[in-house]
Structures are given as structure tokens and as C-alpha cells.
């Protein structure tokens, strides 16, 4: 079983600190949904996993399998069994497609995998996601819609068969039909012992994918690591609990903290 470790993580971008001492623990198997309000270090986290060079790691380890990432490039850690579904994936004219997913897929095998194979792959897995297979043959994410984008991200978990999966709210975007299409297609990774690290903020996704535990990140550290029922009580009353029960003052406050909630786009009603 694969494990990620993070230990008293810090980290910065542009001179400024956002994680100040992140300790978290991954297996494979499980799946943590990240909460908490924006601006406190959730993407951020992410990022840094996978290893964005924007992001500066000052203080703290990370292991995947007892060995330290910190000083692998990303194309590395994803070798190694790391993957992260973009928030925002980028545009990239004049890369095909299915050119950059075979290129991934072959990265991560030891003999490349052959032409008819890989559309046969390919063929079963856009069908899955409900994709047009055409998007295959269009530059990577050039004219996406936001859906199309996120799909795109999930095609490439899919192929690649992460021992860790990490998205950044890859359900934005998505009507209610295309969530459940993503949704299904995530407990089937689940159903295979992938981890995953799952950020968002549609309480629809989270009761559909069914997470282990719910980790909720304030001003930089975890200050929630428990049960999933954290998730629908942060949709019904927001955060304000972080500060009544636990005593941790919220930097940058909110007006609007407890009125919006994870679920503020009219899908409350899918966990009650």
C-alpha cells in the first residue's frame, strides 16, 4: 500500500508564506476531502505535491513510499505514482491530444504501449466520461469548454492509474449530469485502491464519491483531520465553529463565511 506523508510543511509564493506547517498522511485506498475557506492553502498544497516551481517549500518533508519528492521535478513524482487534476488546465495549442496522452502513458511504462492499444484505451475510456472522441485530435485543451477541460483531466487520471490522485475542484463546471459522469468514473478509481485528495466545494461531489475523512485547512495548517460528517456540517453552518469551539481566529475574514458554504450552489439537498 502506497503512503504520502507530509510533515510540518511551509511553504511560499511570490515571498509570501501560505502553509505553515501542514502534517498529513495519505494511503492508498483512501479518499480525504480538503475544506476550508479560500485564500488558506488548499491548492496550494496540491501544488506543492505535485511540484509546481512557483512554490517554494521552506521547511518540512513529503514521502511517497519513504522517499522524499521534495527534490524530484514533477514529471518525477508522477513517475513515481503522483497525479494532479487541474483546477485551471492550460491551453496548449499545436500539441495533439492524444499525442500528449500516449507521450504520458509511455512515460510511466516500461515498454511503450502500441498505437492500436492505445486507442483501443482511449476509445473505452472517452466513452466512459461521455467525451467526443474528435477532442482527441485537437490541441490539448485549445477551444475546451470548461467541462470539456475537466473531463480531459479525469481522462488522464484514467489512463495514467495514479497510486495518488490529487483535484483541485475538477467538478467546477460541470452541470449535475456531467458531475455524476466524473463521480462515477471516481469510485471506480477508488474501487481499484487509488488514493485520492479531492478539494471542492459542491457538497453534490462529495456525496456521490463518498469520502474516508475530511481534512479542513485554516490559515495554513490542518486544523480538522476527522470523520466525513465535518463535510456536511461545514455546508449547513460554515466555519464559524473553527473559531467558537476550537479557539483559531481566521485570517482573512469573510463577511459572508457562514452564509456561503460548500454547498452554496443549490446542492445542499444531496447530503440531507
Same mark, same amino acid.
Given at each position: 500500500?502506497?503512503?504520502?506523508?507530509?510533515?510540518?510543511?511551509?511553504?511560499?509564493?511570490? !515571498?509570501?508564506?501560505? %502553509?505553515? #506547517?501542514? =502534517?498529513?498522511?495519505?494511503?492508498?485506498?483512501?479518499?480525504? +476531502?480538503? &475544506? $476550508?475557506?479560500?485564500?488558506?492553502?488548499?491548492?496550494?498544497?496540491?501544488?506543492?505535491?505535485?511540484?509546481?516551481?512557483?512554490?517554494?517549500?521552506?521547511? !518540512?518533508?513529503?514521502? %511517497?513510499? #519513504?522517499? =522524499?519528492?521534495?527534490?524530484?521535478?514533477?514529471?518525477?513524482? +508522477?513517475? &513515481? $505514482?503522483?497525479?494532479?487534476?487541474?483546477?485551471?488546465?492550460?491551453?496548449?495549442?499545436?500539441?495533439?491530444?492524444?499525442?500528449?496522452?500516449?507521450?504520458?502513458?509511455?512515460?510511466?511504462?516500461?515498454?511503450?504501449?502500441?498505437?492500436?492499444?492505445?486507442?483501443?484505451?482511449?476509445?473505452?475510456?472517452?466513452?466512459?466520461?461521455?467525451?467526443?472522441?474528435?477532442?482527441?485530435?485537437?490541441?490539448?485543451?485549445?477551444?475546451?469548454?470548461?467541462?470539456?477541460?475537466?473531463?480531459?483531466?479525469?481522462?488522464?487520471?484514467?489512463?495514467?492509474?495514479?497510486?495518488?490522485?490529487?483535484?483541485?475542484?475538477?467538478?467546477?463546471?460541470?452541470?449535475?449530469?456531467?458531475?455524476?459522469?466524473?463521480?462515477?468514473?471516481?469510485?471506480?478509481?477508488?474501487?481499484?485502491?487509488?488514493?485520492?485528495?479531492?478539494?471542492?466545494?459542491?457538497?453534490?461531489?462529495?456525496?456521490?464519491?463518498?469520502?474516508?475523512?475530511?481534512?479542513?485547512?485554516?490559515?495554513?495548517?490542518?486544523?480538522?483531520?476527522?470523520?466525513?460528517?465535518?463535510?456536511?456540517?461545514?455546508?449547513?453552518?460554515?466555519?464559524?465553529?473553527?473559531?467558537?469551539?476550537?479557539?483559531?481566529?481566521?485570517?482573512?475574514?469573510?463577511?459572508?463565511?457562514?452564509?456561503?458554504?460548500?454547498?452554496?450552489?443549490?446542492?445542499?439537498?444531496?447530503?440531507?
Amino acid at each position: 500500500m502506497s503512503t504520502l506523508v507530509i510533515k510540518n510543511l511551509h511553504a511560499e509564493v511570490d !515571498g509570501k508564506e501560505i %502553509l505553515r #506547517g501542514i =502534517d498529513l498522511t495519505i494511503n492508498e485506498g483512501e479518499t480525504v +476531502a480538503v &475544506l $476550508g475557506p479560500n485564500g488558506h492553502g488548499k491548492s496550494t498544497l496540491l501544488n506543492v505535491i505535485m511540484g509546481h516551481p512557483k512554490y517554494i517549500v521552506t521547511e !518540512g518533508t513529503i514521502t %511517497l513510499d #519513504g522517499q =522524499d519528492i521534495l527534490s524530484l521535478t514533477t514529471d518525477q513524482r +508522477a513517475k &513515481l $505514482g503522483l497525479f494532479l487534476g487541474m483546477q485551471n488546465p492550460s491551453e496548449i495549442p499545436g500539441v495533439i491530444n492524444s499525442d500528449f496522452l500516449r507521450a504520458a502513458v509511455n512515460a510511466k511504462s516500461e515498454k511503450p504501449i502500441s498505437t492500436y492499444q492505445f486507442y483501443k484505451v482511449l476509445d473505452k475510456a472517452t466513452k466512459e466520461l461521455k467525451m467526443p472522441f474528435d477532442l482527441a485530435t485537437r490541441s490539448l485543451n485549445e477551444g475546451f469548454s470548461g467541462g470539456e477541460k475537466k473531463r480531459n483531466e479525469i481522462l488522464q487520471l484514467m489512463l495514467l492509474e495514479p497510486k495518488i490522485a490529487m483535484l483541485d475542484e475538477i467538478d467546477s463546471g460541470l452541470d449535475v449530469d456531467a458531475i455524476q459522469v466524473v463521480a462515477d468514473v471516481i469510485k471506480e478509481e477508488q474501487a481499484k485502491g487509488i488514493g485520492f485528495l479531492v478539494i471542492s466545494h459542491y457538497a453534490r461531489l462529495f456525496d456521490l464519491i463518498q469520502p474516508t475523512r475530511a481534512v479542513v485547512i485554516v490559515n495554513g495548517k490542518v486544523v480538522i483531520d476527522g470523520d466525513p460528517s465535518y463535510i456536511k456540517r461545514i455546508d449547513q453552518t460554515g466555519y464559524e465553529f473553527i473559531k467558537t469551539e476550537l479557539g483559531i481566529e481566521i485570517s482573512k475574514p469573510d463577511n459572508n463565511m457562514n452564509t456561503v458554504s460548500i454547498g452554496s450552489c443549490a446542492v445542499k439537498d444531496a447530503i440531507k
